[in-house]
C-alpha cells in the first residue's frame, strides 16, 4: 500500500518564526488533505489539496502530485499553531485517506 | 465545531465490560467512519459505512461491533477489550465513500481499559 513519511517528527518554534511541513508519498493519490490534531484530540481539516498551492490566513499548503509530495507552510507561528499535523492522502486504488505519523509542532511564547 | 459529535468524551472500562461508544453527523453527509489512534501510530482505518451499510472492515477483532442505524449516527460496542485497545476513537464523516472526499472528525473517544 501507500506510505506517507512527513517530516520533521517534531518541531520546535519561538512565537513569531516561520516553518515548512513535508509529506511524502511513495503512489499516485486522488487527493490530499492536511490536519492539525490540537492536544485535546480533535482533528480540524486545514486544507483539501490534491495539486497546486492554497492560502488561508497564515497557512498554505502545495501539493506536487507528479513528485508525490505537499508542503504545508506556517507563517509568524502562534502558540494556539501546537500540536500535531496530519498528512492524509487519498490512494488512487483504494479510496481511502492514508495518514502519516505526523509532525509535532510546539510553539512558546 | 466539525459538525461531528462524539460521546463520551473519555471512558474506562474493564476487561470484562461492555460499553458503546457514540457517533452523530449533522453535516448531511453518507459515509461515516471509525478510526483508532495509538500512541506513536498513525491513524488506522477501522470500519467505513456508506448509506447505512459496511463497505470496509479492517481485520478488526469481534470484540469490536459497529452499528449504524441510519446515516447520522454511528456507533461501536465494545466488549471484553484488552489493555492494548486503548486508544483515542475517532469518528469521521463525509459526502460519500468515494474518491475526492473530505473527511470531517470529531472530538474522539479516549479510551482506556484496565
Known amino acids: 500500500g501507500i506510505q506517507v513519511e512527513q517530516s520533521p517528527p517534531d518541531l520546535i518554534l519561538q512565537e513569531g518564526a516561520n516553518s515548512t511541513l513535508r509529506c511524502n508519498f511513495s503512489?499516485?493519490?486522488?487527493?490530499l488533505q492536511w490536519f492539525h490534531q490540537n492536544p485535546w484530540g480533535q482533528l480540524i481539516n486545514l486544507f483539501y489539496i490534491p495539486s497546486g498551492t492554497k492560502q488561508n490566513g497564515r497557512l498554505s499548503a502545495t501539493t506536487v502530485a507528479t513528485e508525490r509530495y505537499s508542503l504545508l507552510y506556517i507563517s509568524s507561528s502562534q502558540t494556539t499553531d501546537s500540536g500535531v499535523y496530519f498528512c492524509a492522502p487519498e490512494s488512487y486504488n483504494t479510496d481511502k485517506l492514508i495518514f502519516g505519523t505526523g509532525t509535532r509542532l510546539q510553539v512558546f511564547p | 465545531e466539525t459538525g461531528v459529535t462524539q460521546t463520551p468524551r473519555h471512558l474506562v472500562m474493564g476487561m470484562t465490560n461492555k460499553k458503546s461508544l457514540k457517533c452523530e453527523q449533522h453535516?448531511?453527509?453518507?459515509?461515516m467512519y471509525w478510526y483508532k489512534q495509538s500512541a506513536k501510530k498513525p491513524l488506522e482505518l477501522m470500519f467505513v459505512?456508506?448509506?447505512?451499510?459496511?463497505?470496509e472492515n479492517n481485520s478488526v477483532p469481534s470484540r469490536f461491533s459497529p452499528e449504524c442505524p441510519n446515516s447520522s449516527h454511528l456507533f461501536l460496542h465494545l466488549h471484553t477489550l484488552q489493555p492494548e485497545d486503548s486508544a483515542l476513537y475517532l469518528c469521521?464523516?463525509?459526502?460519500?465513500?468515494?474518491?475526492?472526499?473530505?473527511?470531517?472528525f470529531g472530538a474522539g473517544t479516549r479510551l482506556s481499559v484496565l
Open positions: 469521521a464523516s463525509s459526502q460519500d465513500f468515494r474518491r475526492k472526499n473530505i473527511q470531517y
Open positions: 453535516l448531511g453527509h453518507n459515509a
Open positions: 503512489d499516485s493519490v486522488n487527493n
Open positions: 459505512y456508506s448509506l447505512e451499510e459496511r463497505v
